[in-house]
């Protein structure tokens, strides 16, 4: 019937060729005809690997893993050369330069202090002040009872050679520097604020709460003392 009714519209012209042929398409026929289209994967394995065989190495597996090797051990070797350079290259430059070294110590001829003298060297910034004990000065530093002392410490503890006391020459209160050969103790007096120091440079009497400190300091086999 539909095929009648195409025919009949194509021939009378008021349709166009193609309406036509569309319209004889849907006959049964045509669409057993599409029914039949085969898939070229019909059968297929759904995830088929691909062959890389063609990429592979054609040299033995253990001459990969010798390059491998070599080539972890170089750059190996690269990395740790760059980062002993990086850290000495920081040392070198965080570590203090040779002037500042050099005033890290400070050499004193002690043959130019005579007996029952008082010098002043400066020291890193600081006074330190090296006297040359005599005999009665070490006896009457050894005679005090260190337990009545506010900063207990015998004198033997603070020197290295009995004549010769070497310490800071900061006031252990607020850091003024006290002045040689007075107070009542014979010793040091800090006109700041009136602590009184001995002649081993304890504190006796006044505000300040500890000893004038002893630095590090050692004597050379020629007769100087070296500080620092
Ligand atoms: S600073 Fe020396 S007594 Fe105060």
């Given at each position: 019937m539909s095929r009648a009714l195409a025919r009949s519209a194509a021939s009378s012209g008021r349709?166009?060729?193609t309406?036509?042929?569309?319209a004889v398409s849907t006959t049964p026929a045509l669409r057993e005809s599409s029914s039949t289209y085969e898939s070229p994967f019909k059968g297929q394995p759904k995830n088929k690997v691909p062959d890389f065989s063609k990429y592979m190495a054609k040299r033995p597996p253990s001459s990969n893993a010798l390059f491998s090797y070599f080539m972890v051990g170089t750059l190996g070797a690269i990395s740790a050369a760059g980062a002993k350079s990086t850290i000495q290259e920081f040392l070198v430059n965080?570590?203090?330069?040779?002037?500042?070294?050099?005033?890290?110590?400070?050499?004193v001829d002690l043959n130019a202090i005579p007996e029952g003298k008082n010098v002043i060297i400066k020291w890193r910034g600081k006074?330190?002040?090296?006297?040359?004990?005599?005999?009665?000065?070490?006896?009457?530093?050894?005679?005090v009872n260190v337990a009545s002392?506010?900063?207990?410490?015998a004198d033997a503890d603070r020197v290295k050679k009995p004549e010769w006391l070497v310490m800071l020459g900061v006031c252990t209160h607020l850091g003024?520097?006290?002045?040689?050969e007075a107070g009542d103790f014979g010793g040091w007096f800090c006109p700041c604020h009136g602590s009184h120091y001995?002649?081993?440079g304890?504190?006796?009497?006044?505000?300040?709460?500890?000893?004038?400190?002893?630095?590090?300091?050692?004597?050379?086999?020629?007769?100087?003392?070296?500080?620092?």
């Open positions: 349709l166009p060729a309406t036509a042929v569309r965080m570590s203090a330069s040779a002037d500042v070294l050099a005033m890290a110590k400070v050499e006074p330190v002040f090296i006297r040359h004990r005599t005999p009665a000065e070490i006896e009457e530093a050894n005679s002392l506010r900063d207990p410490q003024c520097v006290p002045i040689g001995d002649i081993s304890r504190i006796r009497k006044g505000p300040a709460p500890l000893n004038l400190e002893v630095p590090t300091y050692d004597f050379t086999d020629d007769g100087k003392l070296v500080v620092g």
